[in-house]
């Protein structure tokens, strides 16, 4: 079993920075994509961006150019700096890992969801 826990949500005016963090523990041998994804109130959720172990990053067209992802390989850890923050960009961000786990099983996983609110 492996978790993944998120941090870094919040409140921010329009223009504003946040950055979240997601840490994987457990039964972990390797990572491989780490993501980040998000759910807007009646809407589906939608890639922001990921991030192979080797560090190829994708990037969603409204993140592109204003948000940063980044992990640290030997912490399991992954970021997403978040800058220039729009109120279109208020969801909840939830973050999405492909785990080769220990016992050579190779799940996904999601994080509890980490609330960003944009507004004036």
């Known amino acids: 079993q492996v978790q993944l826990e998120e941090s870094g949500g919040g409140s921010v005016q329009p223009g504003g920075s946040l950055r979240l963090s997601c840490a994987a523990s457990g039964r972990i041998s390797s990572i491989h994509t780490m993501g980040w994804y998000r759910q807007a109130p009646g809407k589906q959720r939608e890639l922001v961006a ?8 994708n990037y969603a067209g409204s993140a592109e150019g204003r948000f940063t992802i980044s992990r640290d390989n030997p912490k399991h850890t992954a970021y997403l700096q978040m800058n220039s923050l729009k109120p279109e960009d208020t969801a ?7 785990v080769v786990e220990t016992l050579g099983e ?10 960003v609110t944009v507004s004036s």
């Open 50 to 57: 990921t991030i192979t172990s080797r560090g190829t990053t």
């Open 92 to 98: 909840v961000y939830y973050c999405n890992s492909w």
């Open 106 to 115: 190779y799940r996904t996983y999601w994080g509890q969801g980490s609330q």
